[in-house]
């Protein structure tokens, strides 16, 4: 069935480094969404990409989708202790309404 | 505007047990759906609605009923709870469809199974 994989699972980083997590599909998606969860939180909406190549900057954030809209990438530059989180990516089940998560990157900032 | 309201926040049932995990929406959103959410597992449909009187498996819908009577209310039901299914529970709805629009989850339902 599809799947949505994330790498890294967790990473780490000292505040103002960059951080980078990106989000692979086995099949083609029609668009893709982002989201973060603090911790203990809910999931929050981000962002939603829909055409190939796009890119998208929110802030310190820059969102990516790949041109055969299968992968996307999200990257914040010089991470700040409010980044703290995990981010997933997700992606609409084939032409239905089933929306399937990724697994999830956890990224912890040390101030 | 409350959004996305789910209850209990916390729950503590015993192996055989039944409950309901509340679930209202005021935004008029047609699609609703119950993820669940374990460690390093991201998050699981479990069942969905594209509306009042229809519903649909996800991913994960064993031991789990829906139904969706009116557009602002999706209840989640365990008939006979396992310790498989402690977990946290989240909410969500969006406008017209879940592909393409901005899901809005509810601040999740923390269940143990004993």
Redesign the interface.
Known sequence: GQQVM?IP?YQHVQEGEDFTTYCNSSTTL??I?W?KQRPG?????LI?L?KSGEVKKQKRLTFQFGEAKKNSSLHITATQTTDVGTY?C?G?KGA?????????TLLAVQP | NAGVTQTPKFQVLKTGQSMTLQCAQDMNHEYMSWYRQDPGMGLRLIHYSVGAGITDQGEVPNGYNVSRSTTEDFPLRLLSAAPSQTSVYFCASSSQTGSGNTIYFGEGSWLTVV
């Open positions: 994330q699972q029609s668009n969404q989201y939180g809910h999931p929050v909406f939603q829909v997933f997700a609409p239905t309404n089933k929306l399937i998560f990724g697994t999830g």
